[in-house]
């Protein structure tokens, strides 16, 4: 159950578009479309941005998309506003009927 | 609104054991698989458990396995986990969420979605003598 792959950090500007990736195998992420997204601020608890790879919870703005390529999922970000600084992770169900999460992605928003 | 209240955390010796629970409120707590969900300070999401509507399949992250047990009780609308052998490593707050979507059919359970929402406001179990 090793964890899935995420760039430490990434940056933009204001208005910008950034991508974050989430790399893991043909035993998870590639296997099945059950990726989520999460949003996590300083203190709180993480909240759902993208469901089943490219799916949008009720609520969440469509500025933020989700999309799948092999054993690869990505997060994309666009137009990036301030509030959207923030720690975000990746997860995918696995082939032992378990889940697995990526380490993280801390979002800078210059 | 869909509420979830995670409550049992505290300090702990080493091999100490502790019990978990997350209330449920604002949805039909029988259908749904839940989940927990553990962030050790300073680090990322880490995947605990998770348990079908009726509690027939339990799922574990190999490094809880055969120390932690995942239950539940649908008339009390509550998720538990009872905690034992504690180790260092298992210091961190323990989030409860609803997800992922999933059913059963007679004694076969499946995962429908990814989704994991909402989650509660976690409870912080410190594991150190």
């Known amino acids: 159950q090793s964890a899935l792959t995420q760039p430490a950090s990434v940056s933009g500007s204001s208005g910008q578009s950034i991508t974050i990736s989430c790399t893991g195998t043909?035993?998870?992420?590639?296997?099945?479309?059950?990726v989520s997204w999460y949003q996590q601020h300083p203190g709180k608890a993480p909240k759902l941005m993208i469901y089943?790879?490219?799916k949008w919870p009720s609520g969440i703005s469509h500025r933020f998309s989700g999309s799948k390529s092999g054993n690869t999922a990505f997060l994309t970000i666009y137009g990036l506003q301030a509030e959207d600084e923030a720690d975000y992770y990746c997860?995918?169900?696995?082939?032992?009927?378990?889940?697995?999460f990526g380490g993280g992605t801390k979002l800078t928003v210059l | 609104q869909e509420q979830l209240v995670e409550s049992g955390g505290g300090l702990v010796k080493p091999g100490g054991s502790l019990r978990l629970s997350c209330a449920a409120s604002?949805?039909?707590?029988?259908?749904?698989?839940m989940s927990w969900i553990r962030q050790a300070p300073g680090k990322g999401l880490e995947w605990v458990s998770y348990?079908?509507?009726?509690?027939?399949?339990?799922f574990y992250t190999d490094s809880v396995k055969g120390r932690f047990t995942l239950s539940r009780d649908n008339a009390k609308n509550s998720l538990y986990l009872q905690m034992n052998s504690l180790r260092a490593e298992d210091t961190a707050v323990y989030y409860c969420?609803?997800?992922?979507?999933?059913?059963?059919?007679?004694?076969?359970?499946?995962?429908?979605?990814?989704?994991?929402?909402?989650w509660g406001q976690g409870t912080l179990v410190t594991v150190s003598s």
């Open positions: 604002g949805f039909r707590f029988s259908d749904y698989y």
């Open positions: 089943d790879v490219s």
């Open positions: 043909s035993s998870d992420v590639g296997g099945y479309n059950f």
């Open positions: 348990i079908t509507s009726s509690g027939t399949s339990i």
């Open positions: 997860s995918s169900y696995t082939t032992s009927s378990t889940w697995v």
């Open positions: 969420a609803k997800g992922p979507e999933g059913y059963c059919n007679g004694n076969r359970c499946y995962v429908a979605s990814s989704w994991l929402d909402p």
